[in-house]
């Protein structure tokens, strides 16, 4: 809480599809991040990063779980589960204990609304399968 009794702003980071699309997909993280800020988020947005090693995918996927670690959840775009890297973002923020839904979700609720839903998390078992869409736990569902 900050002094004023506030709630401190949640931060989500945007996960999904990169390799092989159009400019890498940059316009819909950056979109993404857009439509997140205007609803009070504070955003980690990958599009933005530098890769710390040039040609070297690794350095992409390096420079995306750092960001992620300092995030409270996730917001999916569409066709995450075909991205190798977005699996692997969604299953660290699964064990971190991280709420990921898909962006509409984050879209439809306000700040507000979805920091004060009993607290939720997606467990990994969810996001083994590509097909599925993360489960979202209630409280009295976690573990």
């Known amino acids: 809480m900050s002094e004023h009794g506030a709630q401190p702003t949640e931060r989500i980071y945007v996960a999904g599809p ?41 350095g ?17 775009l569409p066709g995450w589960e075909a991205s190798g890297g977005a699996r692997l973002e969604v299953n660290v923020a699964a064990t971190l204990g991280l709420r990921v839904a898909p962006l509409s979700e984050w879209l439809r609720t306000t700040a507000t609304a979805v920091r004060d839903a009993a607290g939720s998390s997606v467990t990994s078992e969810a996001v083994v399968g590509r097909e599925r869409e993360p489960r979202v736990l209630t409280g009295s569902e976690q573990s």
Request: hydrophobic share 35%.
């Open 18 to 58: 990169m390799t092989g699309l159009p400019e890498l997909n940059y316009p819909a993280f950056r979109a993404a991040a857009q439509e997140l800020r205007e609803r009070g988020y504070s955003v980690e947005d990958p599009s933005t990063n530098v890769n710390p090693t040039p040609g070297d995918y690794h």
């Open 60 to 76: 992409w996927l390096r420079a995306g779980l750092q960001q992620l670690i300092r995030c409270d959840a996730v917001a999916l």
